[in-house]
Each structure stands twice: as structure tokens, then as C-alpha cells.
């Protein structure tokens, strides 16, 4: 005979009860009470008014509607003993007496019960006085921060505290107010991953259920309050039968038991959360019926007749049908909540868009809904539950927020990345994670590595040809991905190691190259999978080899990626001892169906978030370069404001921040609009994230600028521009989020990372053709210096005076060719090295340069240096020298125009003409041009050249100063190439034109600086006797170490 059956609950969980076992073909009718909109007249499920508080009432009920089947989902009616009264009064129960629901509801009862019978949990004791709960939080030696008030009333039954003082609060608070009953427990706050496992069990057998994992803090990335759960999954992904057997037998089965020893039979359902620690499966607690939400994904899962299995568990018989389960389904089940849940909500709120839910396949489960004139209202808490259940959990993921999409009610909460944890176990396995003594590892590894060249033994790496270098496997569908998009990337260090090869420190570089990969895949979502590099060489070291692929192992474990190797080429024939190359490949990995972070989501109101980062990278280096080369501090100096402590090298070389462990979960869980590393310039970097039709304007008061930054604005004679477009100005990463949700998100990073408020996405402004304004840069810069490095910055700190540059003018042919013009009437025009004037265009107009070219002549018209200059903006002259009777009204005219322009340095580029001695005379010492050879100059000024067929191993050109008697004794630069056997003179020559290209410009800047001058003896003089590092040009050619200047008396040697 069909029966009818009665569930008491009002939530989620008591819908999907009724729901289940409305699906049986043995029930008639069932009565929710008092139920909600989802359970009142849907088929043969109807909601009662029966007053389920007293225990005698709910008898009556029952026996008046011939109920023949009663379940509890309230615990609180459980352990108030409901079970036990009806049963005594002959109507047939399911669940736990009131003696064996203390196991959900005394929590000292049963952390006493779990040590009695050696079931792990975590360290614990229990107070009824304040002060010694606080003596005992204090004195612990592990982090007694969970504090849980006694009885089911209590209204906040377990508080996750931050700090052993925060718990001693928590304590005291609960003790003053008695409505949260006599007595504390202290419990150990456990770390590792959490799951609830749950059984039926007839007190003698148990019937495991698949494993699920909850999600209780309110917030996308478990921030927010503690709640009674927002989502769940089930199965969890990637757990191993031995680990579930291990949990089956000592736990679940232990527990029950045990209660049976004790007299205590448990019939009903049991859950218990669980914690999977380094140290093994430790018992959080336990709940006497289904778990809401986890119920909303279990019972989805039953293949079984759940009235049967209810049957056969109150009768004992257990044993003989256990219950089976859909193996090949995954559910996933969404919590939608009221505005303030979980403090005072809003009721009566209309829900809209439950039809389309439900045609989209999924069960939308009621619980703080009403019916009001028809209409489903909200009237609780946590409202609706989408559940969906498809063959996977990345598809039920997307199919369980599509119908979360569709329905809409004013201030509905609801979490986006719910079950985003389980597609990282299915990359982590947790037999990987969480190694016990009695479970063997029952997962696969992801990565396969191929064996490789050893890097100390100073052999090109791929030597087996069959290995194809070096290479390793990746099994993608074994990560957890389904349908994956692949993300590329690949970095080189650049500038920045050769800063490293001088200062001889090499152990950052390995996380700068890993950082600087993995941070460029955030921009687009995805999660770093392998890693790669190449290190070039030209003698290998192998410490410094072994200390850089170290380094990089390490970045690597903290971004939770594999390291599959290192090639190594050394090069002793292209590259010189000393110089060096490194380059990383990453790729990652985001779903196809994951909403990217885009360009176009920036919109006006929104706000900009900022991750502190006291790296330099990229371009910057550039300028680095230029301030190193005239300051007075070495490398080894103290960096400002260190106090000794670090170094001006170290400080230089601090490595990029790793984001990709604190940010992908935020940048994933759709409340960031987008995202961009801030690898070279401020400007730069956030212009990439803005639309077209918006700005941002930061105010750089709003964090904290590193020391080395406001040492670089000042030694640099920069301006707060330059200094914007350069720098990243102590930022690493700048992400795009809508302003309401900007404390929550900021809250999730500072978890992990130092993080600030910066600035606004506005209306488009003019800002010098830039997308971004920063306000305040100069103040806080000064505000963020070392004591005394910018001087008195009490008194007027906007007016911080720059040293003017000086005044360049540059002498051009148009014939390509570099001359020497060391005495009247000497002409050497065999050079065959290029023009440098595009190089010294370039070089002067980056930060940090002490010199601006303001005007170029040339003797010939219609050359293509003119061209380029005035397309530069800089002026030009044409002074035909063929319109001169003579040479020194040739040189007076040029004399005169250099006046005109107020020039104070000339550079020679490829200018073919003789000046005269009065010209010589007046400019002297400030004439430069640059000589195809690193030897001195020949006493009849020609420059002795070194043909390839000449056996030197080593070239290059030479920056001078132009004097009458040129001599060795005016050298200023020069820039070294190493000469190859297979090279042709052509060749070399080329190669010569770009070392001077490199060469002219460091000379340029020592001289406009005044860090090097001709003396009166004509002898190069320098500033500083013991000049401290001189950063040469970019990489060209492998000739891209650092060098240091020569002082004068080496010069000639």
C-alpha cells in the first residue's frame, strides 16, 4: 500500500527529501511542515501547518493522516529528543534518538567520545570559565583558534578566530552571554582540505555515500562569514578508493561502532566533516542528518529508491540492500541567498525566472521562500539552491550558474567559483596531497620527465640527439581540463641580468623569470602548467648555472607549475666569457567556457586595485643604466635608506612578485574585469586593461613607493613623467574591479599580497596622448625617500629642481661613413663603420639622460639623416661646404649656427669633412666622434684598424674627444666585439657599426653629466677617481656585459 509520509523542515535539504521521495513509487503523498513555495502542491508534495515544535501535536498528525513515515531534517528537533517520542508512540521514524543526535549536538560529549576511542580529531579542551579558556588559548603550542559554543542554540556555534587574542575575545563574548550555554570548546584550527562524508547506517552497518565538499564562507575565494553553506559538488573529484575505504572503515565505522559498544545504537544518516591534514584524516564534526547544501548533491545521485533504503535501514537490514549510485554523474548545487544573509534579511522580495531554471534541466530546491498572492517570495536566508547534474563537474559547474543566471531576486547572493576547487583537485590529486602512512599514492602523476644533459658538465644541453633537446609530457585531460585553451608566454631577463652578471648575484633571477611568464598568463585567466628556459652562455660557470635553474625550480613550486628543464648553450666562439643570455617559456591553461578577463570591461566608476612589487624590469633598465653610469655609488654601496643592510645592487635586482598563487582564484572568481602585470612603465602597463572610450586617474599617495624608486627620481634628474613611464614605481600588477566589490576583492589579495586602493576608471581625459594620469607622483616620491636623499622636502615639496640638459648638436654627411678628424688637415674616411645619429636621438630622449640633440647639420642636402632628424622634430641645417671659398668660413658658419642654438657638445656622425684649428681650439673638449678600433690613436691621428685576416681576436670602435694632436690619451669609451673566425671584413664591419651605435651614446652621457672631461694636460678626466659601473648599451651580438669605465691612467695601455 502507497504511504504517506511526513517531512518536518522548512530549507533546502527538506525539499530535496521530499523531492526524492516523491520519485518512489511506493509513496503516495508527502507532507512538508511547514515547508516553503518550492514544496507547497507540486504533485504529490504539499506543505502542513502543523505545529512541529510539540512532539505530542506532530503524534496526532501523524495518526490522523495516516503517515507512515516521518523524517527530521532540523537537528535541533533531533536532539530535543522527536525521534524518541514518536517512535514511542508507534509512528515509525527515521533518524538518531536524542542520546546518539549529541554527536552533533554537545561538542565536548563527543570530542570525549573521539578520544576514548582513538578516532582523530583536533587537540582540543573544554572551560566554563573565561579566564582559563584564555590561560589555555595562550599557552598552547599549536593554534588554538576555534572556539565553539555548547548546544544547538547557539547562534554562532563554531567562531574561526585570526589570532590566539581574537579566540580569547571569542571566548569571553560566549561566556557573558548565556543564551550561548555554559561551556567553550578550544579546538586546534586544522589545516588541508576539507570533506563531508556521510553514510546510512541501521547501527551495525554502514552504506557509504559519495564524498562531497561544501562551500561555508559567504565570499568567492572563502571570504565573507561563516554561513550554513553556499554550494557544494559531489563526488569530490580525484579522491582514491583507498583513501575512501580508509575513511569508510576508520571512521565512519569506527564511530558507529563504537556507539554501539557504548549502548547507543545510531540509526539514520551521519555526516561527518573531515579534514585532510598533512599529518592523516582528522574529524571535525558531525551532523545527525543531511548537511545542507550537501544534501541538494547527494540525493540527485541515488539510483536507489531512497524510501526502500529508509525501510531497510530503521529495519536493520542494511546489510542486504545498499543503496547505488549514478558513478558516471557529477552534481553541483548553488546557493542563492538574501541581502545580509547571514545577519537580519530583507523578506517578501519577489523571485522571478524559476521556469526558465527549470527548463534549462536543473532542480531548483526552495528554502527561504513563500507563496504571497501567487507569487514565490524570499523569506529566509538562503533562498533557492540550483542543483544541476551532468557527466562532469566542469559541466555541471556551467550548467549549475547558467540557471543561477536566469532567476533574479533584488540583493541575491550567490558565489561564482563553487566547485572551482574540485578542477584543482583533479589536477592535484588528493592521494598526492595528503600522503597518509596506510594509503598508498593511487593517482598518476601529471608530468613525465624525459632525461636531460647534466648542467654542470659544460656541454650544450640536447646532446641526444633523440631527446630532441630536452622535452617532457603533459597530460592535460589527467589535469583536471576538459576543453582547455592554451596560453603561451615567453620572457627574457634582458638588461637586467647583465646588472646581475656585474653585482655577481644571480639567486633572484630565477624567480624574476618565472614571475615575469606566469604574471603575462593572468592577464588571461589561466594557470600556469609547465616551464621551460634557455641559458646562453659564453664560458660556462657552473655555479652560477646551477644557482639560476635553483632558482627557478623553486618559482616554479610556488606557482604550481613543473619545471621540465634548462637548456644550456654554451658559446665560447659568439659570446665572451663573461656575457651571458636567459630567456623562460611558460604555457598555462584556462576553460574554454570561462569568461575571460577582456579589454572592453573597464568601465567609468570602476576602480583600480594595486600590488606592491619593488622589482625593475624590462625598459627600465634602460634608464638604470644611465643614472649608474654618472652616480657616485657602486653597486656594493649601500642602497638609500638600507641602513647598510642591502646593497644598491640588491635593491636594483629585487625580483618580480609571483601573483599567480594569491590571484587566481580572484581573477577566476568573475569579480575582476581585468588585469595587468606591471612589467616595465606605470602608464604602459594599466593603458593595456583600458577601452578607448575611458582613463584612470591614480593618486600615488595611495601606496607605498620603495626607496630605490625615489633614489632613481632623484640621481636621474628625472621628472615625475619619466618617471611613470619608466618605472612600475613600486606597483607589480594592477587589476580592473567594480567599485562595490572592490573591498571584498582587496580583502581576498591581502590574504597573500600587500595591496592598495590606487585609483578610478573615468571619463576620458587628456593626459599627453596617455590613458592614465597620476596625481601626487612627486610628493610621494619625497615622501617615500630616505631622510635627506631630496633634501628638505618640508618646505615646498612640489618644486624639486631638475638639472638641465645639455645642449647637443650632431655633424652628419649622409655618407654613412664615421670619420676622424684629428688635425687640420688630416681626413680619415676608410672607416666602415654606420652612423650613430639614430642611436644618440633615441639614447638622449629616454629617462635619465643628461643631454637632449637639438639641432643636426649636414654638409649635403636631401641625405636621409635630415630625413629621420625631422621626423624627430629636430631642427635641421644644410651648410654646403661647396658654397665656402674656404674651410674656415665653412667651420664659422657652423660655428655661428651652433651659437644660434645655444649647443654646447658636438657629435660627429659620419660627418666627412676637415675641420680647421680655430674651430678645434674654441671647441675643445667638447667635440666627440667615434674611431672603428680599440687601440689608441696613432700619433699622426689615423686609427689603427684590426682586419680579421690580422689574427685579433677582440675589436670594436672607440668614443674620443676631436683635438688638434688627438692622442690615446682622450679616449672616453669603447666597446668591444669579439672577432669570429668565419667573419669576412664586411661582416666585422657591420658588426663594428653597431658596437659604435652602443658606444656613443654611454660616452655622450658621461660627458654631459660631467662625470668625464677633457683636462687641460688633454687628458680624459673623471669625476670620480674609482667610477663605479658603467652599464653599456643593450644586448647586440653577445657583447652585452657590463664594463667599467677606464680611468685615465689606464687608457693607452
Known amino acids: 500500500m502507497a504511504q504517506r509520509v511526513l517531512v518536518i523542515g522548512s530549507g533546502g535539504r527538506e525539499h530535496a527529501l521530499a523531492w526524492k521521495l516523491a520519485q518512489s513509487p511506493h509513496i503516495k503523498h508527502v507532507f512538508v511542515a511547514p515547508g516553503n513555495a518550492g514544496t507547497a502542491d507540486n504533485g504529490k508534495i504539499s506543505n502542513s501547518a502543523v505545529l512541529v515544535s510539540n512532539h505530542t501535536i506532530v503524534t496526532q498528525f501523524c495518526k490522523d493522516h495516516n503517515i507512515g513515515l516521518v523524517l527530521v531534517g532540523e537537528e535541533a528537533l533531533l536532539a530535543a529528543g522527536i525521534v524518541d517520542d514518536l517512535r514511542a508512540a508507534g509512528v515509525r521514524c527515521f533518524g538518531p534518538s536524542a542520546k546518539a543526535a549529541q554527536l552533533a549536538s554537545n561538542t565536548s560529549l563527543t570530542k570525549a567520545f573521539l578520544d576514548r576511542h582513538g578516532i582523530p580529531t583536533a587537540r582540543w579542551k573544554a572551560f566554563s570559565n573565561a579566564q582559563e579558556a584564555c590561560r589555555f588559548i595562550i599557552s598552547t603550542d599549536f593554534p588554538a583558534r576555534v572556539v565553539r559554543a555548547r548546544g544547538p542554540a547557539a547562534r554562532k556555534e563554531v567562531t574561526i578566530t585570526a589570532s590566539k587574542e581574537e579566540a580569547c575575545r571569542a571566548a569571553q563574548e560566549i561566556m557573558q552571554d548565556r543564551m550561548f550555554g555554559e561551556m567553550v570548546v578550544i579546538e586546534e584550527l586544522l589545516q588541508g582540505e576539507e570533506l563531508s562524508c556521510s553514510c546510512f547506517t541501521d547501527g551495525v552497518t554502514i552504506a557509504p555515500m559519495p564524498p562531497a565538499q561544501a562551500h561555508k564562507r559567504l565570499l568567492d575565494g572563502d571570504q565573507g562569514p561563516n554561513t550554513g553553506g553556499m554550494g557544494a559538488y559531489c563526488p569530490v573529484p580525484q579522491v582514491p578508493e583507498v583513501l575512501l575505504e580508509q575513511i569508510r572503515a576508520a571512521i565512519l565505522q569506527h564511530v558507529v561502532d563504537s556507539m554501539r559498544q557504548e549502548g547507543t545504537a545510531y540509526v539514520g544518516v551521519l555526516q561527518t566533516s573531515l579534514m585532510l591534514t598533512k599529518e592523516g584524516v582528522k574529524i571535525l564534526n558531525f551532523k545527525c542528518q543531511f548537511g545542507d547544501p550537501q544534501c541538494q548533491v547527494i540525493l540527485p545521485l541515488l539510483k536507489s529508491d531512497f524510501y526502500e533504503v529508509i525501510q531497510a535501514t530503521i529495519d536493520g537490514k542494511l546489510c542486504s540492500f545498499l543503496p547505488a549510485w549514478c558513478e558516471s554523474s557529477t552534481a553541483v548545487c548553488v546557493v542563492m541567498a538574501s541581502a545580509g544573509y547571514p545577519g537580519h534579511c530583507d523578506r517578501g522580495l519577489e523571485v522571478t525566472g524559476l521556469l526558465q531554471a527549470k527548463a534549462l534541466g536543473l532542480q531548483v530546491f526552495h528554502g527561504g521562500t513563500a507563496l504571497r498572492d501567487g507569487r514565490v517570495v524570499t523569506s529566509g536566508g538562503r533562498v533557492l539552491s540550483i542543483t544541476a547534474v551532468r557527466e562532469d563537474l566542469l559541466e555541471a559547474l556551467g550548467e549549475a550558474n547558467r540557471g543561477v543566471a536566469t532567476i533574479h531576486f533584488q540583493g541575491a547572493t550567490y558565489r561564482r567559483d563553487v566547485g572551482q576547487r574540485g578542477l584543482r583537485l583533479l589536477r592535484q590529486p588528493l592521494a598526492l596531497m595528503y600522503r597518509e602512512r596506510r594509503v598508498e599514492a593511487a593517482a598518476r602523476d601529471v608530468l613525465f620527465h624525459l632525461p636531460q644533459t647534466s648542467v654542470g658538465s ?12 630536452f622535452a617532457g609530457f603533459f597530460d592535460l585531460k589527467a589535469s583536471g581540463y576538459e576543453d582547455p585553451i592554451l596560453v603561451c608566454q615567453t620572457k627574457g631577463l634582458g638588461a637586467k641580468l647583465q646588472m646581475a652578471q656585474a653585482c655577481r648575484r644571480h639567486s633572484t633571477l630565477g624567480q624574476d623569470l618565472v614571475a615575469l611568464c606566469a604574471n603575462a598568463l593572468l592577464a588571461h585567466g589561466a594557470e600556469p602548467l609547465f616551464f621551460l628556459s634557455y641559458f646562453a652562455c659564453g664560458k660556462l660557470d657552473a655555479e652560477v648555472t646551477e644557482t639560476i635553474q635553483e632558482g627557478i625550480a623553486e618559482a616554479c613550486r610556488s606557482a604550481g607549475c613543473a619545471f621540465l628543464g634548462q637548456a644550456l648553450s654554451e658559446l665560447p666562439g659568439a659570446c665572451s666569457a663573461g656575457d651571458s643570455d636567459l630567456a623562460g617559456f611558460v604555457v598555462g591553461a584556462v576553460e574554454r567556457g570561462q569568461v575571460p578577463l577582456g579589454l572592453q570591461r573597464a568601465e567609468e566608476g570602476d576602480v583600480l586595485l594595486g600590488l606592491a612589487c619593488p622589482g625593475i624590469h624590462g625598459r627600465g633598465f634602460g634608464a638604470v643604466r644611465k643614472v649608474l653610469l654618472v652616480s657616485s655609488l657602486r653597486c656594493s654601496s649601500p642602497a638609500p635608506g638600507s641602513c647598510g643592510d642591502t646593497t644598491l645592487g640588491e635593491a636594483l635586482l629585487s625580483p618580480a612578485r609571483l601573483y599567480s598563487p594569491a590571484l587566481l582564484p580572484v581573477l577566476r572568481s568573475g569579480h575582476v574585469k581585468a588585469f595587468a602585470p606591471i612589467a616595465e612603465g606605470l602608464l604602459g602597463g594599466i593603458s593595456r586593461v583600458l577601452p578607448e572610450h575611458v582613463s584612470a586617474v591614480l593618486d600615488a599617495l595611495s601606496w607605498k613607493i620603495p626607496e630605490i624608486f625615489c633614489w632613481l627620481y632623484k640621481e636621474g634628474n628625472l621628472s615625475a613623467e619619466e618617471m611613470a613611464q619608466t618605472f612600475p614605481c613600486g606597483l607589480g600588477a594592477v587589476l580592473v574591479v567594480q567599485q562595490d566589490l572592490a573591498q571584498h576583492v582587496l580583502g581576498a589579495i591581502r590574504r597573500r599580497e600587500d595591496a592598495w586602493l590606487i585609483g578610478k576608471v573615468v571619463a576620458p581625459c587628456h593626459t ?14 619625497q615622501q617615500s625617500s630616505p631622510q635627506g636623499l631630496l633634501g628638505d622636502t618640508a618646505v615646498e615639496p612640489r618644486h624639486q629642481p631638475r638639472r638641465r640638459k645639455v ?38 630622449r629616454e629617462p635619465g639622460s643628461c643631454a637632449q640633440v637639438v639641432l643636426v647639420i649636414s654638409n649635403k642636402s636631401g641625405v636621409e639623416e635630415l630625413r629621420n632628424a625631422a621626423r624627430a622634430g629636430i631642427p635641421t641645417r644644410v651648410i654646403d661646404h661647396k658654397l665656402y671659398g674656404s674651410r674656415s668660413e665653412f667651420d664659422s658658419t657652423i660655428d655661428r649656427v651652433l651659437e644660434e642654438f645655444s649647443v654646447e657638445l658636438v657629435c660627429l656622425s659620419g660627418f666627412m669633412r676637415v675641420l680647421s684649428s680655430p674651430f678645434l681650439r674654441k671647441w675643445k673638449g667638447k667635440i666627440l666622434n667615434a674611431s672603428p678600433s680599440l687601440f689608441p690613436l696613432t700619433k699622426d691621428g689615423n686609427a689603427s684598424q684590426e682586419p680579421p685576416q690580422g689574427g685579433f681576436k677582440v675589436t670594436g670602435c672607440t668614443v674620443h674627444f676631436v683635438l688638434e694632436d688627438s692622442g690615446p690619451r682622450a679616449v ?20 663594428v657599426k653597431e658596437a659604435e651605435c652602443r658606444a656613443f651614446p654611454v660616452a655622450l652621457q658621461l660627458v654631459a653629466s660631467g662625470a668625464v672631461s677633457l683636462g687641460a694636460d688633454g687628458r680624459t678626466s673623471w669625476k670620480q677617481e674609482s667610477q663605479s659601473l658603467g652599464l653599456h648599451g643593450e644586448k647586440g651580438d653577445c657583447t652585452f656585459s657590463l664594463v667599467a669605465p677606464e680611468p685615465p691612467e689606464h687608457d693607452g695601455e
Not at 645642449?807 to 666602415?832: C, I, N, Y
Not at 669609451?973 to 669576412?984: K, N, Q, S, Y
Open 458 to 469: 659544460g656541454t650544450r644541453s640536447g646532446s641526444r640527439p633523440e631527446l630532441g633537446g
Open 972 to 991: 672616453i669609451h669603447r666597446e668591444p666585439i669579439a672577432v669570429r673566425a668565419e667573419d669576412t671584413e664586411q661582416a666585422l664591419a657591420e658588426r
Open 768 to 781: 599627453g596622448g596617455s590613458h592614465v594620469e597620476v596625481e601626487n607622483l612627486v610628493e610621494a616620491l
Open 807 to 844: 645642449k647637443v648638436a650632431v655633424l652628419v654627411s649622409g655618407t654613412g661613413e664615421s670619420t676622424d678628424l684629428l688635425k687640420p688637415g688630416l681626413h680619415f674616411d676608410q672607416s666602415p663603420g654606420g652612423t650613430a645619429l639614430s642611436a644618440l636621438i633615441a639614447y638622449t
